[in-house]
């Protein structure tokens, strides 16, 4: 991503020279507008309340878990092998919900990513298409957005080469 953006850098200014026309670029901080944009605040608020919702429930599981570990441990001396068996089993199966409702709510397809995705998506379209509209009131040819990674957010179309990279390779 790097060499991306000291490419540009190096040869945006050549462009410009080769073409005599000065190049307009413009740049976002994305996380400052996010972060003073109160439809984010909103939907964060909402998350956050999804969160704590599971977390607790989380921790009353966890109890649950403790509990029953703790009473095995004391019994587990007079208890008879079938009993120990079923509680070790009730124990394990227990553990295994946890780690289950976990994944539903926290892993990498679980209920909270896509409710990330469900309110936040929009919120990003209406943030990228009032850049792009900015972009094009200021006659800005390349916006870029400094927050973490170096990104291309707009770019004006007379500089997509896309078709004639295609067309050239059509013709090899």
């Known amino acids: 991503m790097k060499l991306i953006f000291i490419s540009l850098f190096v040869y ?7 073409s005599n026309a000065q190049l307009k670029i413009g740049y976002v901080d994305s996380d400052t ?14 998350l956050d309340a999804l969160i704590q919702e599971w977390q607790t429930e989380i921790r009353k599981l966890e109890s649950e878990l403790k509990a029953k570990q703790d ?18 089993a009730e124990i394990t199966k227990l553990q295994k919900d946890i780690a289950d409702y ?3 709510k926290f892993g990498a397809n679980g209920e909270l990513f896509q409710k990330q995705n469900e309110l936040m998506k929009p919120i990003q379209n209406k943030v990228f298409t009032i850049i792009q ?17 170096i990104l291309f957010l707009y770019a004006k179309p007379d500089y997509d080469l896309t ?10």
């Open 12 to 18: 945006l200014p050549l462009l410009s020279f080769v």
């Open 33 to 46: 507008i996010m972060d003073n944009y109160p439809d984010v605040q909103d939907a964060r608020q909402k």
């Open 71 to 88: 009473d095995y441990d004391k019994r587990k001396l007079i208890m008879t092998e079938q009993t120990s068996a079923e509680a070790m």
């Open 102 to 104: 976990r994944d539903k």
């Open 133 to 149: 509209q900015v972009a094009t009131e200021e006659d800005l040819d390349f916006v870029f957005d400094r927050s973490g990674d």
């Open 163 to 172: 078709a004639k990279v295609i067309e050239r390779l059509k013709l090899e």
